[in-house]
Each structure stands twice: as C-alpha cells, then as structure tokens.
C-alpha cells in the first residue's frame, strides 16, 4: 500500500525536520508499506521549505508542494490532495499536524485500522482513551467537546465523536477519487467537517482510534480566528443542503398561513362575510403554497405538463385537507376529555400541526413531488 501523509506547514522550521526524522523511524515499523511524506508549505518567511529541501536530499519519500501564500489550512490540504492524486497514486492519504501535537508514535495505529479494511480512521481526541492537554483553558475545553456535540447531533453520525481532529488517513480508491475537492466547503480548518461528511454519504468505514493530543512543541498556533463561526456555518450549511426541500416547505407552509390569515381578515369585512371568506383565502392559500412547492421548494422535481399538473393539484388538496381533519378531530377529543383551557386545546393543536407537517412533506415529497 502507498500511504501519503500529508503535512500543512505555516513556519513550522523548528519542528519539521525533527518530524520527518521521526516519521521515518517510525516507518521502519512496518516495511511492507510504501510510505512518504508530502509537506504543503505555506511559503513560510522563517525557510520551512529549506529545511524539508534538506530532508529530501536525505530521503526519498519527501515531496514538497509550495503554495504562493499562507491561504489557511483548508486550502492547503486541499492543493495537496490534488497534487497528491495526480502525482503521487496513493492509496491512503493521511492527515498530520507538523507540531508534535500528533504524536509520530500513534501513528500506526491509524494505518493498523486501514489494514483491517476500514475506509476512514479518525484520530480521536474524545473517544476513550483519546485526551488533550490537561493544560487548556476550560473554555477551550468547553468548546471543543460541546463543538463536538453539536456537530454529531446536526450531522447525525453518530458513530464519531471528533469531527476536526487533524491525524487521520482516508482511503483513496472509492473515496477521495469520487470526492469533488473544488466542492469543499470552507478554506479553513472546518474544510475538516465537510471532507468528513462527504467520505460518510460516500459509505465509509469510519473507525475512530484514540490518541493522545499534545501540547505544541515549538511555535505558535496558526489557526484563523474565525474557526468557530466557519464551522457553525459549515455544519448548518451541510444540514440545510440535505433537506433544503424540507426547509423551503417549512417555509412556504408559513407563507400559506400568512396568505390565509391575512386574506381572511380583508375578505371578512367585504359582503363574502366570515363564512365565505374562509374558503376562499383557503383555496388561494392552497394554489400559492402549491405553485411555491412546485417552483421552489421541490423546483428539481417540477411538474411540468397541464395534465399532470391537475392531477397533482387535486392530490395535493385532498392530502392537504386530512391533517386539517384530523387537527379538527384532536382538538376536539383533546377538549372534550381535559376541558377546553387554553392549555389543552393549544397543545394538540400544536400535536396536529407537526403531524400536519410530517404528513404532507411525505406525501410531497414521496407522492407528488417524487424523484425520478
Ligand atoms: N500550509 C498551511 N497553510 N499550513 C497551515 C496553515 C495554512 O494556512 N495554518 C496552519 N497550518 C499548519 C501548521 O503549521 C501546523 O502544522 C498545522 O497546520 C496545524 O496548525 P496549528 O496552528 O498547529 O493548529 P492547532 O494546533 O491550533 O489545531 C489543531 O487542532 C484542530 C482541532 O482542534 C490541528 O490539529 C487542526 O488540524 C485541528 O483541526
Ligand atoms: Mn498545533
């Protein structure tokens, strides 16, 4: 197997040649594999570059690839995939801070999980037995874990606990070959989440081994500081282009009632009185919300011929009238059974809404707006 670990430098000259000399101790390990390294130099000012130059003169698995600036560190593992894919055939592509704060010595064990045939092996700072440095910062802490947490809860994998850790290795063939790199979310370090989320819907193997993350040997950090909002909005960009129909839905669903509510509030003070008024903005409320589901929310899946079109129109107002029936029907048993208070009628109310909600994103979207 040809194993490419890729390591992002940003002035990092104090600490690279003495990992690449590690790495390669390390290497001896396991002498069947093919490993080499390939640094992504931010052209750091402190000559970084010199020092892998050096290196190479020593070993030929060194490959160095120079960026024109410093464009964080998302873009850089990027380029380097790239650059890997097209120069060096790796099969496995790893992943690696230039700090010690990834220990060269745990390493193998991350190979060792490919070997058993897994496609994705993260090096886990918060599965058992993972830890970081005892000395940060309580906020820090705080914020990495419940970061952590929150992405697992948005993103729904629950099988992984860390989502941004920099020591992992991703199977090629199959994987990073079928990811479009250019489509990464985030040149910053959150690029992490996204390549992630694409390797899961791809159907890796994931496998999380524990390892411990150090203190940073020599330098300083050069994280952008912008990290926390750019991974929020990468994790909710995720989820929101998954279920974009569903949100969009949700949203025309508002734009109905709006239509509705308003509607017949003018229409009950013309001649049409309340008890005519109320199915007419309900019928406009329906074509609307119709026309905005078709255009926008299921826009992909559009109907487009007259026939179908009234065809799906009379599906859509019979599926639409059953959970305004069985709301009717809640509220009144509801009622009937605790009395009639402002709490009870309220909440099943509220019961028949979300079911409303589930009940005609189904049918919207398995039924009318169904893909093809
Ligand atoms: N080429 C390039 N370009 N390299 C960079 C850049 C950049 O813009 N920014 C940072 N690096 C390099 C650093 O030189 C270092 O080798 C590595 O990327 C990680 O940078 P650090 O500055 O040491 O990051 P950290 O220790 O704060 O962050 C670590 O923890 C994060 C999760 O908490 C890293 O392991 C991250 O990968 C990880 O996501
Ligand atoms: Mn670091």
Do not use: C
Not at 82 to 101: C, G, H, R, T, W
Not at 319 to 343: E, N, Y
């Amino acid at each position: 197997m040809k194993i490419v670990i890729v390591i992002p430098t940003y002035n990092e000259a104090l600490n690279i040649g003495r990992l690449i000399d590690s790495l390669n101790e390390v290497f001896k390990l396991k002498p069947d594999e093919d490993f080499h390294i390939l640094i992504v130099d931010a052209n750091s000012p402190d000559g970084t570059a010199g020092v892998v130059k050096q290196k190479m003169d020593t070993f030929g698995n060194v490959h160095i690839l120079i960026e024109e600036k410093k464009a964080g560190l998302g873009a850089a593992y990027i380029a380097a995939f790239k650059y890997a894919l097209q120069n060096l055939s790796p099969d496995v592509i790893m992943e690696m801070d230039a700090d010690f704060q990834h220990n060269p010595d745990d390493l193998m064990k991350i190979v060792n999980e490919i070997q058993n045939g897994n496609d994705y092996v993260i090096g886990s700072r918060f599965t058992e037995g993972g830890s970081i440095p005892k000395d940060w910062a309580l906020y820090r802490k705080i914020l990495s874990y419940g970061g952590n947490l929150f992405t697992k809860l948005v993103l729904g994998i629950y099988q992984v606990n860390d989502f941004t850790s920099g020591f992992k290795a991703s199977r090629v063939k199959n994987f990073v070959d079928r990811i479009d790199l250019v489509s990464v979310l985030s040149g910053g370090f959150a690029y992490k989440i996204d390549l992630l989320f694409k390797m899961y819907k791809l159907g890796a193997k994931i496998k999380e081994v524990p390892i411990t993350f150090g203190l940073r040997d020599r330098g300083d950090s050069k994280m952008e500081r912008n990290n926390f909002i750019d991974s929020l909005r990468v994790v909710l960009s995720i989820r929101y282009n998954e279920n974009s129909s569903f949100f969009k839905f949700a949203l025309v669903g508002f734009v109905g009632l709006f239509v509705d509510g308003g509607l017949f509030n003018i229409l009950r003070l013309t001649p049409l009185r309340s008890s005519l008024a109320t199915p007419v903005s309900g019928f406009i409320a329906m074509m609307t919300t119709y026309l905005l589901n078709n255009y926008w929310s299921f826009s992909d899946r559009k109907i487009d011929s007259i026939n179908k079109k009234l065809v799906g129109f009379i599906v859509y107002v019979i599926s639409s009238t059953i959970p305004i029936l069985v709301r009717s029907k809640l509220v009144i048993i509801a009622t009937s059974a605790f009395g009639d208070t402002f709490f009870v009628s309220n909440t099943a109310f509220f019961i028949g809404i979300v079911f409303g909600l589930v009940w005609n994103f189904l049918v919207y979207s398995k039924i009318i707006w169904r893909k093809r």
